[in-house]
């Protein structure tokens, strides 16, 4: 549900409140818009009551019935969280979940179920389901479950490896690349950690301390001459032979990544 009229843009973030609960998703455009859940689930009256305890929780919730209303509802509506019991008429859940695999492989799915047999769970968790709760459960700790998805959702989108574009340097996190005015950077792994590291700081210095700690998880055998000696590597094979230097030295504090205009 729309709470402004701005057309839907990028992927949402999800937001907290004070206490953790999750209640709003931030897109990019600054647009806010509920959590919508689709609740697959042949028993009326327990739909209706997680219906209820969710919308108490600031979410909005949808209503199958049966695996082909379920289907339905998604064509229909961009969903961001699945909640799919296994036993349900003409579609059973652990088909559902294997269908929304096929092409969605992000969002959430919690399985609902009474058995509570180990083979259950495991063809659930086959089916790349993201969690399990056994019937019958306690509300909150199904609002503990789609919170704690909700959030490692959110952690994997803002630390994404998305394409870094600094002046003419273009650095492919998933593919360890990297190129200078279209040319082939060709890195040692520490020093791709190095370059990834400082351009993901977005122009901030980072310290020799915090660069031990991300890129040497702080080895004994790593000192501040080693990291100079790495910067040199780097400065080498990245500003050398062109004329505007990316790498710099902040006296004192650390290193930056940045066009010298």
Known sequence: MLLNDLPIGSYPKVTFDAVGKICLLLRNDNAYIMVDILLLEDDRVLSTEIKSFLLSQGFTCDLAY??????????QKKYDFYLLDINVPKINGLEICKKIRSHDA????????????????????????????????VLDELLMRINSLLRRQQYKESHSLK????DDLVIYPEEARVLRANEEINLTQKEFQLLLILAQAN??????QYISEEVWKNQFQTTQNTIEVYINFLRKKIDKNFENKLIHTRPGFGYYL???K
């Open 258 to 260: 940045a066009a010298d």
């Open 106 to 137: 992000l969002t959430p799915i919690i399985i609902l179920s009474a058995y509570d047999d180990i083979d259950d769970k495991k063809e659930a968790f086959l089916r790349a389901a993201d969690d399990y709760l056994v019937k019958p459960f």
């Open 66 to 75: 049966d695996g082909i209303e379920f289907l339905a509802q998604t064509h």
């Open 203 to 208: 122009g901030r210095t980072l310290s020799k």
């Open 163 to 166: 394409t870094l574009v600094i």
